[in-house]
């Protein structure tokens, strides 16, 4: 069975405690180490994570994350009873199951990528009670929790936690719980919703091997693989190619699970070595494009599939576990596409669904979103208050779960390559510190991107020390360059060197507008990694308090049933950049001026905005001209238009 981490490598354990001995075990950060690689038999990943705290948001992105640490995620455990300190998971007798551990999952990458005291302090009693609580026959959590679902979210934060703090309780900690579960799991298996997250387990599983090479969590993990859903046979035979009715759906269909999933294929393939692993994540991601994609990168599934309509919705859930999945599948397949994803869903679909000030959020958005009120739409299981702006709409599993976003996203930017590199797999500002071939190095990336093309960065090693940099240049990124020289879209373009003090490079990464074909032959604008959409008026009316949070309607105020013009061009604005919420409807830094005419027969259905009119159209209301803004800026929008034909 799972032995102790020291039989098999005692040097990773004996440096963390070396580490321990000069930071207390739940204050000041250490110094971020370098990336651990995998360990034989495991296939090698195109790029590494660096260790979590190593990546700094700078910026407009930084301004995310305060917004975040002064909005719900800084202040939702002292009012929001789940979180409060009667929670299991700190030793209360209050909910023990998923709310505490996801809080946590945000939390802790939140209060490390930004160095704040105060988070750090508050995540400190969960983090000491569990590791201290360890039951001796290596079970953990709150006694009442029999599911080992909650515990797979514990490992995520627990191994995010070891990296950015060193603590050498965490690997012994995890090591007695790995070997508990593999005796447990023959005859106490898998079940609900841990069968379809069995992936997410297997991470925590292949992150402790790469540490300590026990051969027994290779065992583990396929254990857990053997128990879990076959997620690759359900995107094998796809069957689920409508909007699914409730007696139709399963946790299979399930919109949260799929998200999860999507790293599925590539964690499993470091295992199995197999090539249909490998390309698993595309097929996954192409077959929910083909039935059920959307503009802003996600797929609908309010709850469950839903189908190609943009007035069905996406739950807010799934659009942080999809950014999870992608920078995962991303690190271990190297593929551009899956990056070009990442940003997609995180500069659009991320900020749409949360209010300005991060204390609301939604349960379900609509690329289609004209009217957020209390109302049964056209869910294929959601309630009526799944697209309000609240503290915990429809189901609090959101208000949990939503935090890790944006950190996660910060703390991926950049990463290391197996030849002892750096890679940037997204854009953002920020500054990263590690270790390269044995050299301190910091590299400073200053941009506004993705509302600027240009992105500029200075290498600072603390002597001069050659290694490669690769950067994506994203596949709609025509005519990009880096230091003046072409760069091909699609590729990560490698710069080899000797890096000296203040070396810099700056990329260029030209947005064209472009329409994408939708739904009834309608469209949507993408320029870059940004998705344009219509913002409609939006009078926010107050329903209910929480504390500091508060439940929201929003009513339109402005019209919204326009057709599109594909014949007058697209005119881009930029505008000045408002690096405290660049997502702010009425500081929207760029915008696309388009032209346009009302659309009299397109009118609300159930509330939200009535099936798209089929491609193209006619109306007799005159030309307009219309601004378009960033489908994030925008939380009442339209974003798929019907085309005007050109016989009017």
Partial sequence: MLQSAWQYDGSV???QLVVACLISALGAVAQPATAVKNRAPLQASAFYPLPVGSVKPQGWLRGQLLLQANGLTGHLDEFWPDLMPSSAWRGGSGEGWERGPYYLDGLVPLAYVLDDPNLIAKAKPWIEWVLTHQ???????????????????????????????GDPRVIPFMEKYFAHQLREMPNRRLYEWAIYR?????????????????????ALARELRRQGHDWMGQFTNFVFTRRLTRPETSLATHGVNNAMALKAPAVWWLVSGAQADREGVSRMLSLLDRYH???????????HYA???PSQGIELCAVVEAMFSLEHAAAILGDVTLADRLEKITYNALPATISADFWSHQYDQQPNQVLCSLSRRNWATNGPESNIFGLEPNFGCCTANMHQGWPKFAASLWMATPDDGLAAIAYGPSEVKTTVRGVAVRVVEETDYPFRDTIRITVEPAQPVEFPIRLRIPHWAEGATVGGAAAKPGTYHTLTRQWRSSDRVEIKLPMRTQTMKGFNDGVSVERGPLVYALPVGESWRKLKEFGPSKDWELFPTTPWNYALSLTAPFEFEERAMNPQQPFDPQKAPVALKVKGRRLAEWQMMND?????????????SPEETLTLIPYGAARLRVTVFPVLSTKQ
């Fill in 608 to 620: 939200s905005a009535g099936p798209l009119p089929a491609s193209p159209v006619t109306s007799k």
């Fill in 307 to 309: 189908g190609l309509d």
């Fill in 135 to 165: 039951r001796a026959d290596g079970s953990i959590g709150p006694e009442k929790n029999r599911d080992w679902w909650p515990n797979m979210i514990m490992l995520k934060v627990l191994t995010a936690y070891q990296e950015a703090t």
């Fill in 293 to 303: 994609g959307q503009p802003q990168g996600m797929f609908s599934s309010d709850e």
């Fill in 198 to 218: 069995w992936q997410d387990e297997v991470l925590s599983v292949l992150w402790l091997y790469n540490r300590t090479g026990n051969p027994e969590l290779l």
């Fill in 13 to 15: 354990v004996k440096r």
